[in-house]
């Protein structure tokens, strides 16, 4: 079954301390190449474009496709136009559920085929040749090849999540820009954003109980992503308004409180765990705010409050039981699921986990988080129904179980109306 290419980039809105510097050096850094700039290298040797450079270049020439604006002035993102295609995000969800439904019925038969005959390193190579090479002529067809590879066979991970394919995937699947490590370093010698203060204030407690992010992922290479994407923000308030709008032409005022919001520090953390590098981390969770999840970076939240009023409505259409039960103990979306909401359950442990579901994440839609959490609430629920207090249970979900999550978000998928979906895919906007 063919799976098209989803169309879901949103609009965009709109003396330095030792923490910025430490414990890596400037020249420690500069020898942190993105994937970009080996992939520009790579071009310019003489070799096939690969995948991300074919990505592109077909935004220029086939704008129906990824519905993308021009280039816009690096590192701030531009917005593309208004009108996606839900009813065709919805088929890719659709033919995703499909998907994971054969391939879940297939899997006992062609356990014992794979050991024999290399279909796990086979797929690994394949996925490989992709990230390296480039599609051979097709790009929307190996995107939809990719996203299959991703939602059927997984991409190949150690015991701790690490796998050496997926933070290209990611930059990929999310169309994330080309960045330099340069852009990024300027970024950081500006030194202390107006959001400092509360930055430090919360990475020391980061995914402070998982031990696998502690031993890879530093405090300060925390701090220095989330100053530089504080100053990104920055700079994009700053322009002044458009000269065909009736505002003051004087610049805006930038407020610490709309330049780092809530939640940007849990979801940078997996970035930074699966990169190779912090301007890796840095681009992508820049990416994933402004063209994937606008509306969750308002100072107001506006996407994340409507995402708990869909998980309270999703959850009725697919477990009424259930979510009369919830409604009865005066259990709404907002008590118990805002950090997972918030943070595309990032905050839900262990890390390996989130980083399986984030791969299904990037590649259909970020919006169907909301289906995972309904997914999560479900795997829970003879606890819950059995529970005197429901809310002590919702308290903390338990240890998050990817794979079988997204099966059952998958499985969802048919079982919503329409309307509701369409407000499901826009409420990231």
Known sequence: MATHVPNLLPPAPTSTPAHLTSPRSTRTLRKLQSAHTLSSNYTAAGNAPSLISQQRQLQHHKSAIFRDSGPPPAPVLAAPPQGQLRSRIRADSESA??????????????AMAKKINGEDRNAKEELETLVRQGPKGDLSG????LRRSVLLDG??????GMSQLRIY????????????TDAYLSLIHRG????????????????????????????????RLLNALAWTLHDAQSLPPPKHTSTPSSPLSPDPASIYLQGMN?????FLYAARSEAEAYILTHHLLAAHLPAYIHATMPGVH????????????????LAAHLAAASLAANIYAFPSVLTLCACTPPLPEVLYLWDFLFAYGVHLNILA?????????????????????????????????VQLAVSFVGMVPQAVYEELVAHVR
């Open 97 to 110: 559920a499909a998907e994971m439904s054969i391939g879940a019925g297939a899997s006992k038969r062609t």
């Open 142 to 145: 190996s995107l939809a090849s």
């Open 155 to 160: 991409l190949v991970a150690d015991s701790d």
């Open 169 to 180: 995937i990611w930059l990929i699947l999310l169309n994330a820009p080309p960045f330099r």
């Open 192 to 223: 202390a954003s107006p959001a400092y203060a509360k930055i430090r204030n919360d990475t020391f407690r980061t995914l402070a109980t998982d031990p696998l992010f502690k031993r890879r992922v530093s405090e300060a290479s925390l701090i």
């Open 266 to 270: 849990v979801l940078s953390a997996p």
């Open 306 to 321: 409507r995402g708990l009023a869909l998980v309270d409505r999703l959850l009725a259409i697919i477990d009424p039981k």
């Open 373 to 405: 959490i309904v997914a999560q609430l479900v795997l829970m629920r003879e606890e819950i129904l059995g529970a005197e207090r429901p809310g002590g249970v919702l308290r903390g979900f338990p240890p998050l179980r990817a794979k079988r999550v």
